[in-house]
């Protein structure tokens, strides 16, 4: 089972259409919040099963969680903003681990993350549409076999090529300084 993990998206999905007509034979969609509305829109129009969360741009102001069945193991599906995603990872764990899965996938942090913790892995996408980590987004695959289970942090920029950053155009307090008095 090849799965497309997705997060952030907040109403922007360019960067998904693109990468998606990159990849091959994609089973489910998973979003893991902010802008749920888009995972809806995905799955309308690319006709692939579709797995979506609420995040805190969402109005998700209770938990909401969901556990996907896969080959390998169960996923916990979050958005992780009630967790404390980005600053501790705990309740992720336990959650995961309470509900027998082998990963926690979540968003919120805009992030990359795939790391392995006390055999439970932590997956984040991270933001095709808004990274925070300097890169110019990304997403993540997870392949689940009965034999296997492995994530991989894909960056757009290594599937679509390069592309360059609009530069900063300052803001209002530059505006203020440029067609001021200065004070």
Do not use: W
Not at 39 to 61: F, I, Q, Y
């Amino acid at each position: 089972m090849k799965i497309l993990l997705l997060s952030d998206t907040h109403g922007l999905l360019d960067k998904v259409y693109e990468i998606y007509e990159k990849l091959n034979h994609i089973d489910l969609i998973i979003h893991c919040g902010d802008h749920q509305k888009d995972a809806h829109t995905l799955e309308d129009t690319l006709g692939v099963p579709m797995v979506s969360v609420k995040g805190n741009c969402d109005g998700a102001s209770r938990p909401d969680r969901e556990i996907v069945e896969t080959p390998a193991g169960n996923l916990l599906i979050t958005h992780g903003h009630l967790e404390g995603a980005g600053y501790d990872y705990n309740n992720l764990l336990y959650l995961a681990e309470e509900n027998d899965c082998i990963a926690a996938c979540f968003g919120h942090t805009h992030v990359p993350m795939c790391e392995e913790l006390g055999g439970i892995y932590l997956i984040n996408p991270g933001s095709l549409t808004n990274p925070r980590d300097g890169s110019n987004g990304s997403y993540a695959i997870l392949h689940s076999t009965e034999e296997d289970f492995y994530a991989n942090i894909v960056y757009y920029d290594t599937v679509c090529g390069s592309q360059k950053k609009k530069k900063s155009q300052g803001g209002f307090i530059r505006g203020l300084l440029n067609y001021s008095d200065r004070f």
